[in-house]
C-alpha cells in the first residue's frame, strides 16, 4: 500500500480501511485475554482486599492505570481452541487452589485464564471435543433437563454440573480412587466462578450482535442492516457506551418484551471479582476506542454525509460528545478530504 501509495501520491493511512468483525474480535480478545505486550507494572496492587473508595476514585484510578499499558498492535495472546490448556497446567492446580489475584499483573492474569473460570472451560471443551463418552454423558445430562430450565444462569449451567455430577456418580461407584478421578471433574465451575462467566456473557453479547449487524446481518422485523460504512461509527460508538456503562457495574439489555432496561452487573460479587471484571472491561475499552481513533479515513465519513437518510446531522450529534469534536475543525477537514476525492 505504500508502495502505490507513494507512486500514485496518496495518503496510505487514509485508504486504509479496517474490517469490523476483526477489531470486535479483537477488542474481546483484549478484554479477556490482554495481550502477551502488556505491562500490567502491577496494576491496582495498592488496593489490595479494599474496595474502591468512591465512584469517581474508582474512576479515575482505574483509567490512570490503563492508560499506562502500552499501545500494542493487533497481536493478541488469546489461546487457540486446538491448544490444549493440560498442557499448559501443572497436575492438581485448578481454582480452588489458584484464587482471585491479590495483585493483577501478566503474571497473575494469565494464571487465572489458566485456572479460572475461563481456563476451566476452555478445558471442559476441548474434554468433550476429544472424548465421544464425555460427549455423549452431555448429551445425556440435556435430554435430563427440563425444557423450561434456563442454559446459562447466574448460579450454574444446569446441563454442564448435571453432566459432571453422572460422571462423578460413575467414578464413586468404581471405587471412587482419587488416582482414578477423571481430570474434568477437577474443572467444575463454582458457584462464584458461575457469577464471572455469566457477567462476561452479558459484557461481550453486544459485540455478538454488533459483529452480525456490521457483516449485513439483520434480524426480521427488528433491525434491517447492509453493514455499510455508515453504519460503524454508531455502532462502535454504541459499544464504547456501553463498556463505559459497564465498568459502573450497568449494563442496558432488552427483555422479553422488547422494553430496554438497566441490568445490574457486579450484584452478589465480592470487591476482588468485582476489581478483575472492571479490569478486563477497561482493557477491552482501550483497544475499542484505539480503532476507534483510527477510523479516520474519508470513506467512512462519506458513507454517512452522502447517505440520504443521515448526512452531516448524524455525525454532528454522535461527535458532539466527544470533545476532541467539539470544534468545527473535524467538519473543515473531512470537508476538504471529501472535495479532494
Not at 85 to 109: K, R, W
Not at 120 to 149: C, W
Not at 308 to 334: G, I, V
Request: with cysteine.
Amino acid at each position: 500500500m505504500e508502495a502505490l501509495a507513494a507512486e500514485f501520491d496518496f495518503d496510505s493511512d487514509e485508504r486504509r480501511m479496517r474490517c469490523a468483525p476483526h477489531f470486535l474480535n479483537l477488542t474481546t480478545k483484549a478484554m479477556m485475554y490482554g495481550s502477551k505486550r502488556d505491562n500490567f507494572n502491577e496494576l491496582l496492587a495498592y488496593w489490595g482486599d479494599k474496595d474502591f473508595m468512591t465512584e469517581e476514585d474508582e474512576q479515575r484510578q482505574l483509567s490512570d492505570a490503563i492508560n499506562e499499558l502500552a499501545t500494542d498492535d493487533d497481536d493478541v495472546g488469546m489461546p487457540s481452541m486446538d491448544e490444549s490448556f493440560e498442557l499448559e497446567t501443572v497436575p492438581g492446580d485448578s481454582q480452588s487452589q489458584y484464587p482471585l489475584p491479590e495483585i493483577i499483573n501478566a503474571e497473575e492474569m494469565d494464571k487465572y485464564r489458566k485456572f479460572g473460570p475461563f481456563g476451566k472451560l476452555h478445558n471442559i471443551g476441548i474434554a468433550l471435543r476429544t472424548s465421544s463418552q464425555l460427549l455423549e454423558d452431555f448429551f445425556e445430562a440435556q435430554r435430563q433437563t427440563a425444557p423450561n430450565e434456563p442454559v446459562l444462569t447466574w448460579v450454574q449451567n444446569v446441563s454442564l454440573n448435571r453432566m459432571l455430577a453422572i460422571i462423578e456418580e460413575r467414578w464413586l461407584s468404581q471405587g471412587g480412587r482419587e488416582q482414578d478421578k477423571p481430570a474434568i471433574l477437577k474443572d467444575k465451575l463454582s458457584l462464584e466462578e458461575w457469577k464471572v462467566v455469566f457477567a462476561a456473557q452479558k459484557i461481550l453479547q453486544p459485540f455478538k450482535v454488533a459483529s452480525k449487524q456490521l457483516q449485513g446481518e439483520g434480524i426480521a422485523g427488528k433491525r434491517s442492516t447492509s453493514g455499510g460504512f455508515d453504519e460503524y461509527f454508531p455502532v462502535v460508538d454504541m459499544l464504547l457506551d456501553h463498556l463505559e456503562l459497564a465498568v459502573r457495574g450497568v449494563i442496558i439489555e432488552e427483555d422479553d418484551d422488547q422494553i430496554m432496561q438497566e441490568v445490574q452487573l457486579f450484584n452478589h460479587m465480592d470487591a476482588k471479582t468485582r476489581r478483575l471484571l472492571k479490569v478486563y472491561i477497561k482493557l477491552g475499552w482501550k483497544k475499542l476506542n484505539d480503532y476507534y481513533d483510527k477510523l479516520t479515513s474519508a470513506a467512512y465519513v462519506a458513507a454517512a454525509v452522502f447517505h440520504s437518510c443521515k448526512k452531516w446531522r448524524a455525525l454532528e450529534r454522535l461527535w458532539n460528545q466527544l470533545p476532541s469534536r467539539q470544534t468545527s475543525e473535524w467538519k473543515r477537514t473531512y470537508t476538504r478530504s471529501l472535495t479532494t476525492i
